[in-house]
Every structure is written in C-alpha cells, then in structure tokens.
C-alpha cells in the first residue's frame, strides 16, 4: 500500500466553509474579467478599503534609504527591508512593516506585481500576510509593503546551515501546519471562484511573534477552474521540490497541485530536511521525497526514521505516526487522490489535540528547543 491505513475519528468531507474567519472574496462572475478589469478592480479596492499607495520617498524614509542594517531577506524577486512607516495622517500606524523592492527585469515582472497586489487586496485571513500598501513610480520601481512578521521564514527555523533559530519544538510545528493548512483551506475552498497559491514553499510561510503561520509571495498565484472545468492550463512555474509532478509534466493546474506542494512542507516539518539539497551525499539523499517514500510506504514502525533527530524523540508517537499519514496522502501522485485542504484542516486538528506536552503531563513546553550543541546531526 502507499499510505497507512489509518481511520483517524473524522468525517473526511467538505464542510463549515467559513469555519477559519475568513471571507469569500468575490462572487463567480469575477472569474470572467478581463486582466485589465482584474487591475481597476484592485485600484478601486485599494482606493476604498485599508491599502495605501505610497511614494518612493516614503518608503526611502521608511527604510533609511535602503540601508544595508534594515536589509532582512532577498532573493531574484528583490530584496525585502524592514521599515518603519510615520504616516498617523494617511491613516497608517507607525509600526514595523516589510518592504519589498522589486528588481527591475527580476523574477517577479510586472504581471506578478499586479497579481499579487490584487490578491492581496482581496483576500483576508489570520492565515495570509497583510498588505499595507504598494508603490508604482513612472520610473519603473515596484515596491509592495506587508506587514513585518519577526520570526522570519520557516525554512530559517527548519533547515541546519544558516539556521538563525534554535529548533522548533514538535507542538509548535504542528501549530504551524495547521495554521498554513487553514490558510490555504480559504483559498481553495471558501474563495470563488478557488485561488491556486502555485508557490508553496516552506520559504514563503512566514511566522508572528507567536508563531502564527501566513502565507506569503502571492505574485504566482492563479485563479482556479469554475463551472465544468477541472483545471487551468499555464507555465509551468513553482519552485523544484516542491511541484506536483502531474502539473510539472502537462502544465495542467488545480487546487491539488497546491496539496501536494503542501505535503512536501509537512514533510519538511516532520524531517527538518529541504526539499533539494544539492549538498547532501549520497546523491539519493538529495531529494527529500526520493528519501523518504520508503518509510512513508513501509511499515508503522518505519515511518519514525523520518523524524527530525533536532526533536530528540520529543514526540508523541501516535500523532507523529497520524501525521505522516496526512503527508502520504497529499503526496500520492494521482491528483484525484489527493484529500481537500478542509480534509487535511480537519485531520490536522485532530493531531494538534494530540500535543506532547500533554501526553507527558507536562509544563507546556517552549516553542523552540535549545540547542546542546553547534553542530548539527542533519549536517552531510
């Protein structure tokens, strides 16, 4: 068999659509307009609701001209700036925000500019990043700003080299999943017509002081199919590792894509391992699903080689082992296979109430695990 037989206490079914706070986003005749329409929908939403349009130079203020000690993360889209915004008479607190400059002829061009600022402006959920604003110059800058979560990216609480965090403990990268779970739930399934995220990765999850989980990047997102249709034909895009392989050889495009995407970072969790690591040896290693499907196929005992040595057996086996169901699932190959993101929500659920701390009657235990040791038991 390709997954365990597991049964979990849940009705895998479509239900409580609004169940996770957010709000359908528009009615399904929205899938018929035009690009330009999609763009004076956005303008028109921006003028009206909470997102502003700012200048270059108040974003050059913001960030202290771009300085290097602001410079937080970047990548071929950019480069991403922490800011602080002094706007109280435009109505914008004076808080921290992140603020994305994008390169002239980068990754993200124009189109996934206008992209990502529409869903933005559209969508709403505890579970995506917040948009405050954006700015378009006659000059060609593309700047957008979000709102600054501080705990960075999860690929930086995950992966050894570079690591900036000590270890995520075993409840709070369940807490995580289940977060980004509900997240992507609202997108498919409580938003019509669906949005396809496209670029899951567990680099665009990123996490608030608490460690509340949100979705970020939206600039390759596609809207789904309605009516009849059962996907969107597109380029194919995403991020190696992390794409279906039924998308990645027809360029044929549905919310499963996104599931299966989704199951890679719950791999990543349970692992602690990238998706590629081109530094891994043997090569077989390399890629994280070619390692792992042995032990995700195998046995019950066997699935527990998965588990990131960093949790120290801090687990509680009966959840990790439910877990690791869940991911064989999203990964299966056939797309039509593959659960709903409120079948995943709802199995996720019932592994969170399953906590270690719990299970061992303990205090509750921190976020992170302090590291005894500089080295790394995951390093190559």
């Not at 009206?48 to 300085?67: I, P, V, Y």
């Not at 000690?69 to 109280?88: A, T």
């Not at 439910?322 to 999203?330: F, G, I």
Request: hydrophobic share 35%.
């Amino acid at each position: 068999m390709n997954c365990f037989s597991w049964n979990p206490r849940l009705s895998w079914a479509c239900s409580q659509r609004n169940k996770d706070g957010g709000s359908p986003c528009s009615p399904s005749s929205y899938a018929a307009e035009s690009s330009m329409g999609m763009r004076r929908r956005s303008e028109q939403q921006a003028a009206g609701g909470t997102t502003r349009k700012f200048t270059l130079a108040q974003l050059w203020a913001a960030t202290d001209g771009f300085h290097e000690s602001n410079l937080v993360g970047e990548g071929g889209f950019g480069r991403v700036y922490r800011g602080r915004l002094l706007l109280d008479g435009l109505g914008v607190g004076p808080g921290p925000v992140a603020v994305k400059q994008l390169c002239r002829g980068g990754a993200q061009g124009t189109p996934e500019f206008l992209v990502e600022c529409m869903m933005l402006m559209m969508l709403h959920h505890p579970n995506l990043v917040s948009l405050v604003g954006y700015c378009s110059e006659s000059t060609g800058e593309r700047l957008l700003v979000y709102e600054f979560l501080p705990r960075g990216s999860l690929d930086a609480h995950l992966f050894p080299g570079g690591r900036r965090h000590d270890p995520l403990c075993w409840d709070a990268r369940v807490r995580i999943a289940l977060g980004a779970a509900r997240g992507l739930r609202y997108l498919h399934e409580v938003v019509t017509p669906p949005v396809i995220y496209r670029d899951l990765k567990s680099s665009n999850i990123l996490l608030a002081d608490d460690l509340t989980p949100k979705l970020s990047d939206f600039g390759l997102a596609k809207l789904g199919p309605v009516g009849d249709d059962t996907h969107v034909s597109t380029r194919v895009m995403g991020t190696y590792g992390y794409c279906a392989p039924d998308y990645a050889m027809s360029g044929k495009l549905n919310v499963k894509s996104d599931v299966y995407s989704f199951g890679v970072v719950l791999l990543e969790l349970i692992t602690g391992r990238r998706a590629f690591d081109a530094a891994r040896s043997p090569p077989e290693e390399q890629r994280l699903l070619v390692w792992a499907r042995p032990y995700l196929a195998g046995d019950r005992k066997r699935c527990f080689a998965l588990a990131d040595p960093l949790l120290q057996g801090r687990y509680p086996r009966r959840a990790f082992y439910q877990l690791a169901v869940v991911t064989s699932l999203c990964l299966r190959d056939n797309p039509n296979l593959r659960p709903s993101m409120t079948d995943v929500t709802q199995a996720l659920e019932h592994v969170a109430s399953q906590p270690w701390q719990h299970h061992h009657n303990q205090r509750p235990t921190p976020d992170v695990l302090r590291s005894t040791s500089s080295s790394s038991p995951h390093a190559s």
